[in-house]
C-alpha cells in the first residue's frame, strides 16, 4: 500500500526557515518522481517543485525558485524541502505528491500526502 | 506558462443527475490531463489521468474526454459521496499548473 506522511510545518515568521519531509512507503523514490502541491486556506492549488526519479533533475515554479530546495534521501525513504526566505504568500497546506509514471516527467500524481500547514506570520 | 480554466466554478446539482466539468488549457496539452477530487479537510485523490484513464478504484461513472486544449469531466449518475471540488491539471510541461477547482454542491 502506498503511504506519504509529511511533516515539518508550523508556525514561522517572514524571512525564516522551514524543511518539510515527506516519508513514503509502498514504494521506490529510485523508481518514481515527486513533487510538493500548496494550497493556500480556500483556495486552489499550487505545484511547488518537483524531482525526477533519480533525483539528478529539479523543478521548481518561478514563486519559489532561489528560495526553496527539494531533495530524496532514498535509504531514507524520504523528500525533503528546504523553505528559506520565507514571505506570508507562502503560507499554505503543503502536500508531498507521488508521480503516476516513470522516466519522462512531469506526471500526474497518483497519490498525496495528507499535508502539512506552513503559517509565515510574525 | 499554460493557464488552465475550469467552468463553471461551482454547480449545484441532485443525486442521479448527469454532469460535466469543462477544462480549457491556453495552448495544446496533447492529452496530458488529469482530474482530481478533494473534499473539505482531505487530500485531492487521482480519479483521471491522461484524458481519459481511470486511477484505480474509481467508479465507472467518472469518465474523462478531450484533446488538445479542450477537455471534460462527466459523472454519469451522482452519488452523495461526488459532491466536492474537482480540480484538472496539466501536465505537458513545467510548471505544472491546475485549474481553479469546480465546487460540486448538492442542490
Known amino acids: 500500500e502506498v503511504q506519504l506522511l509529511e511533516s515539518g510545518g508550523g508556525l514561522v515568521r517572514p524571512g525564516g526557515s522551514l524543511r518539510l519531509s515527506c516519508v513514503v512507503s509502498?514504494?521506490?523514490?529510485?523508481?518514481?518522481?515527486m513533487s510538493w502541491v500548496r494550497q493556500t486556506p480556500g483556495k486552489g492549488l499550487e505545484w511547488v517543485s518537483g524531482i525526477s526519479d533519480s533525483g539528478g533533475s529539479t523543478y521548481y515554479a518561478d514563486s519559489v525558485k532561489g528560495r526553496f530546495t527539494i531533495s530524496s534521501d532514498n535509504s531514507k525513504n524520504t523528500l525533503y524541502l528546504q523553505m528559506n526566505s520565507l514571505r506570508a504568500g507562502d503560507t499554505a497546506t503543503y502536500y508531498c505528491?507521488?508521480?503516476?509514471?516513470?522516466?519522462?516527467?512531469?506526471?500526474?500524481?497518483?497519490?498525496w500526502g495528507q499535508g502539512t500547514l506552513v503559517t509565515v506570520s510574525s | 506558462d499554460i493557464q488552465m480554466t475550469q467552468s463553471p466554478s461551482s454547480l449545484s446539482a441532485s443525486v442521479g443527475d448527469r454532469v460535466t466539468i469543462t477544462c480549457r488549457a491556453s495552448q495544446t496539452i496533447a492529452g496530458w490531463l488529469a482530474w482530481y477530487q478533494q473534499k473539505p479537510g482531505k487530500a485531492p485523490k487521482s480519479l483521471i489521468y491522461?484524458?481519459?484513464n481511470l486511477h484505480s478504484g474509481v467508479p465507472s461513472r467518472f469518465s474523462g474526454s478531450g484533446s488538445g486544449t479542450d477537455f471534460t469531466l462527466t459523472i454519469s449518475s451522482l452519488q452523495p459521496e461526488d459532491f466536492a471540488t474537482y480540480y484538472c491539471q496539466q501536465y505537458n510541461s513545467y510548471p505544472i499548473t491546475f485549474g481553479q477547482g469546480t465546487r460540486l454542491e448538492i442542490k
Open positions: 509502498g514504494f521506490s523514490l529510485r523508481s518514481y518522481g
Open positions: 491522461a484524458t481519459s
Open positions: 505528491a507521488k508521480d503516476g509514471g516513470s522516466g519522462n516527467p512531469p506526471y500526474h500524481f497518483d497519490y
